[in-house]
């Protein structure tokens, strides 16, 4: 099981970025995928959720109505759509899968919010 995140930069408030996180040894749609952010100094913290039902999907209420998150079965891909970013998003993004009793993560993306 690997899980490869990208798509993290530097981003002026207010832009967007779309983070990725390809997936291998198994398959994204058969599994719940999660993203976290670690900020400078704080804990990690659960921003996005989303279910073996592409509907089902859980938003913390920092980013809940800025940020977006779904998969695309096809690239064995998951995304997360971040608009309207604030500098307070800066933070490391991680994904997350739990599969064989485990919880399996990423090496991290890092994103910058700063003018």
């Known amino acids: 099981v690997q899980l490869v995140e990208s798509g993290g930069g530097l981003v002026q408030p207010g832009g967007s970025l779309r983070l990725s996180c390809t997936a291998s040894?198994?398959?994204?749609?058969?599994?719940?995928m999660t993203w976290y952010c670690r900020a400078p100094g704080k804990e990690r913290d659960m921003v996005a959720a989303?279910?073996?039902?592409?509907?089902?999907?859980y938003y913390d209420e920092s980013v809940n109505g800025r940020f977006t998150i779904s998969r695309d079965n096809a690239k064995n891909t998951a995304y997360l759509r971040m608009d309207g970013l604030k500098p307070e998003d800066t933070a490391v993004y991680y994904c997350?899968?739990?599969?064989?009793?485990?919880?399996?993560w990423g090496q991290g993306t890092q994103v910058t919010v700063s003018s």
């Open positions: 997350m899968t739990h599969l064989g009793g485990s919880d399996h």
């Open positions: 040894g198994f398959t994204v749609s058969n599994y719940g």
């Open positions: 989303i279910g073996l039902d592409d509907n089902l999907a």
